[in-house]
């Protein structure tokens, strides 16, 4: 088993800045593909950003491009969400997660295709 655990949430103005992080343990693989995903109330999970396994291959729903940056990857232990100039729609629980294991280099999009997923850190933008 992989265990996932999010934290650098919570308040923020718009315009300001979070970093999101996904510490990873248990069960240790030597590739990860790592995403980011979040649930607004009401509305369903959707996909926010994903990091492939080595690190080198990286993209974004079309809302967080230009102000999201994952990083990480390479099998290590922790990945990041930069999150730069807020807005209050990207209030939302963010959830991480991985899929274990990969033999590509590929970024997965749809929640299917992870199979660890850690409980979620919230992010409130407040206008």
């Known amino acids: 088993q992989v265990q996932l655990v999010e934290s650098g949430g919570g308040l923020a103005q718009a315009g300001g800045s979070l970093r999101l992080s996904c510490a990873t343990s248990?069960?240790?693989?030597?590739?990860?593909?790592m995403g980011w995903f979040r649930q607004a109330p009401g509305k369903e999970r959707e996909f926010v950003a994903a990091i492939s396994w080595s690190g080198r291959s990286t993209d974004y729903t079309d809302s967080v491009k230009g102000r999201f940056s994952i990083s990480g990857g390479n099998a290590k232990n922790t990945v990041y969400l930069q999150m730069n100039s807020l807005k209050p729609e990207d209030t939302a629980l963010y959830y991480c997660?991985?899929?274990?294991?990969?033999?590509?280099?590929?970024?997965?999009?749809?929640?299917?295709?992870?199979?660890?997923w850690g409980q979620g850190t919230q992010v409130t933008v407040s206008s």
């Open positions: 997660a991985a899929r274990v294991p990969v033999y590509s280099s590929s970024v997965y999009y749809t929640a299917g295709e992870y199979n660890y």
């Open positions: 248990g069960r240790t693989y030597s590739a990860y593909a």
